[in-house]
């Protein structure tokens, strides 16, 4: 289905309606497709055991534990201590 960026201003929850009966919406802004409204998948499990680093993360020390990396960065910004 396509729709132009005026449809998508007045007519959104219509529009949101179609996308979740799994249809893809194409929204056009001058004539010219720009965007698409598509479902999303069910949700995944992001969990450390599941997705491990890859790329230059991959084989570095620090990280074995992606879990314990990940709240050491955070610590000094959150805590006022």
């Not at 929850?13 to 979740?20: G, R």
């Not at 879990?67 to 910004?77: A, M």
Request: charged share 30%; net charge neutral.
């Amino acid at each position: 289905m396509e729709a132009t960026a005026k449809d998508l201003r007045l007519h959104s929850t219509e529009l949101l309606n179609t996308v979740k009966r799994g249809e893809e919406v194409i929204i056009t802004y001058r004539g010219k497709p720009c965007a698409k409204l598509i479902p999303i998948e069910e949700k995944q499990d992001y969990s450390s055991s599941t997705n491990k680093l890859f790329g230059i993360w991959e084989n570095n020390l620090q990280t074995e534990s992606v879990d314990d990396y990940v709240r050491n960065i955070r610590k000094g910004r959150f805590n006022a201590d």
